[in-house]
């Protein structure tokens, strides 16, 4: 018995961290004014017919906290991959030198902070929607246990609600502090 309530309550704090996991994904994406390599990371390049990941072609780096250069590991896919970041309609304008492309990372207005902090917000109520979704069903897990005692099935999910209660603190943690990154100019 007490085996299937530690499976339970263990298989729950993995799919609540993959939740957490998620969420850093999703800020990674949200820029916050510094140039990261990171910003083109969702960028997928027609490569010889094949969709390829512009980090599997090219060296992405951020040489200050307004440029980012990308530098093609064949020049023949220069083309392509400038196409790309101008279709994937991130904002950004590269120049193309023939060696590389080179993206100026224009300053955020204050209408585009609170676009990118919305932005952020949704995707932490997300996070927190898989939580809840993870304690819902560690929770109809804990009532479909048949040799357990009311009490321990009670104690059970009080321990789940205490998991969900620490995760949602860690979102709302990630979310003020990414907020936070966003608004400072």
Same mark, same amino acid.
């Given at each position: 018995?007490?085996?299937?309530?530690?499976?339970?309550?263990?298989?729950?704090?993995?799919s609540m961290s993959k939740s957490l996991e998620f969420l850093k994904k999703e800020f990674t994406n949200i820029r916050a004014g510094k140039a990261s390599p990171?910003?083109?990371?969702?960028? &997928? &390049?027609?490569?010889?017919?094949?969709?390829?990941?512009?980090? =599997?072609?090219?060296? &992405?780096?951020?040489?200050?906290?307004?440029?980012?250069?990308? =530098?093609?590991?064949?020049?023949?896919?220069?083309?392509?991959?400038?196409?790309?970041?101008?279709?994937?309609? /991130?904002?950004?304008?590269?120049?193309?030198?023939?060696?590389? /492309?080179?993206?100026?990372v224009p300053p955020l207005t204050e209408e585009r902070r609170r676009e990118l902090a919305k932005m952020a917000k949704?995707?932490?109520?997300?996070?927190?929607?898989?939580?809840?979704?993870?304690?819902?069903?560690?929770?109809?897990?804990?009532?479909?246990?048949?040799?357990?005692?009311?009490? /321990?099935?009670?104690?059970?999910?009080?321990?789940?609600?205490?998991?969900?209660?620490?995760?949602?603190?860690?979102?709302?943690?990630?979310?003020?502090?990414?907020?936070?990154?966003?608004?400072? &100019?």
């Amino acid at each position: 018995m007490e085996e299937e309530i530690s499976f339970i309550i263990e298989s729950t704090e993995e799919s609540m961290s993959k939740s957490l996991e998620f969420l850093k994904k999703e800020f990674t994406n949200i820029r916050a004014g510094k140039a990261s390599p990171a910003m083109l990371g969702s960028i &997928v &390049v027609e490569y010889y017919g094949t969709p390829t990941p512009l980090n =599997q072609m090219a060296n &992405v780096n951020a040489p200050d906290g307004r440029t980012i250069v990308v =530098q093609p590991y064949e020049k023949s896919s220069l083309q392509n991959i400038e196409h790309s970041i101008m279709v994937a309609n /991130l904002g950004f304008n590269p120049m193309n030198n023939g060696e590389a /492309l080179i993206i100026n990372v224009p300053p955020l207005t204050e209408e585009r902070r609170r676009e990118l902090a919305k932005m952020a917000k949704a995707a932490s109520e997300e996070a927190k929607i898989l939580i809840r979704n993870a304690r819902k069903e560690a929770n109809s897990d804990t009532k479909k246990l048949e040799n357990a005692s009311e009490d /321990l099935k009670a104690n059970t999910e009080i321990d789940i609600q205490k998991i969900t209660d620490d995760y949602i603190k860690k979102v709302d943690a990630m979310f003020s502090q990414k907020e936070q990154e966003i608004m400072t &100019v």
